[in-house]
């Protein structure tokens, strides 16, 4: 039976690109720092004190909606959102809602993605973050105590709420993959820190309520989990059991998702305008202003490589899809200007040894590039090698791994090495010559089956340890089979 599926995301970025939180001057930056140091009254929202509202925040969040194809109004309002739960000191959080007229900092945009599918944005909204509650086992079931610390709150955030627009959980990924190159690409947020960037999802299936997934840890977990979802509904619905509004929790370890308590319905948050922040204006001088401010954003910078570099849409999309890869591939270019080579050894090499996914990385690891020494000019350097014919790609393989490890300039390595690629075909000649005595038999192979000349071409290589240029050895292997023949 094929059910339709309802899938939307609520995204949640933290401006860690600004200096101070929302409405105080504690730091953004919260992490590393000891539990409840990164505070003042204005967090812990004690009584007398007033919010004062971070303008930088307004500008970066007005760049997301921007580049999310949102309308920007001219004013903007907060909102009290009340709900009582210990990450939240106020016991109401400031944030942004549509109402009176007056709307967030950002409503109905749309953003393609994957082969022209596109989402519909519903709202973009600036918000403080909560608190941060950390649990004894590392499991909101199985602890026996939970520990909060305030450092996170009133960090920063934005949230991006999508149109229920999504009927597959792998386009929801990939829709992921390119909100965060954008925000990456806005230099408003380093999405590699972790908890910076955090989504939930809401799912339903045709004739079944709206369920909300939260607490997911990665975007590969997003998947996961909206396929444990679907499947579970689905279950429930052919055995006609009624499917609730709920919200449920990820359970990372089990992967499965667990009931959570009932949604709170709309309502139940008595949104009311923020008394202590008067309305906004932004006028036009800001808006104006506002799109001199957006750098080159992924879609362009996409096509540009395709029609400058001469790059494939793959090989771009994957670079694009990672700012700091684009920025490395750039930087090499800049270096010495043979793009393709270039990217290849990026795409297919350096990536092998990267782990390009998000929200994974220890708290020292707030860059691709942190655990590896190699830099845009060693890729440059090493291209540059292999187009001279001075090494193979087998010997700059090699080297790129020790580079990787050392940081050494390539041309250093190979002379250290001694690598240089024979390509005197007086040596090879020998060594094929000292081949074809050694291994008769399989040089009549040759003779009748060419597909026999490769292992002739592995003796060989074996002989000079992989130091031959493989493509001269085996047309120089194929002329000798013809002429002894
Ligand atoms: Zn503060």
Known sequence: MVMAIKIGLEIHCQLTGLQSKLFCSCHCDYR???PNSNVCPICYGLPGT???????????????SFALGCKIPSKILFYRKNYFYLDLPKNFQITQYNAYGITSIGVDGKLEYGDGKCARIRRVQLEEDPGRLVYGESNIDRSFYTLIDYNRAGVPLVE?????????????RIFLNKITSAIEHLGVCNTRLEGSVRCDANISIEGG??????????????????????TRQKTMSIHEIEIKAETRHWDDSRKVTKQARAKEEEQDYRYFPEPDI????????????????????????KSRFIKDYRLSEHVSQVLIDNKELADFFESAVKIYSSPKEIANWIVSELMRVMDVNHHKYSKEERSLFSDLKVEPKHIAELAKLVDQNTINRNTAKKILNQIIKNGEMPAQLVEEANASTIDDSKVISEAIESIFKSEESAVKDARQNPNAANFLLGKIMQ???????PQIALDLIKKKLIETN
């Open 160 to 172: 991006i709420i999508t149109e229920p627009d999504f009927t597959d959980p792998k386009d929801v």
């Open 50 to 64: 007033l919010p004062l509202l971070n303008q930088k925040a307004l500008e970066f969040s007005s760049m997301i």
């Open 463 to 469: 002989l000079t340890k992989g130091r031959v240029d």
């Open 209 to 230: 309520k709206r369920v909300e997934i939260k607490n997911i840890g990665s975007f590969r977990e997003t998947e996961k989990a909206l396929n444990y979802e679907i």
């Open 32 to 34: 590393d720092r000891e």
């Open 278 to 301: 008067p309305t906004v204006i932004l006028g036009n001088e800001f808006l104006s202003s506002l799109k001199t401010k957006i750098p080159e954003l992924p879609d362009d910078r």
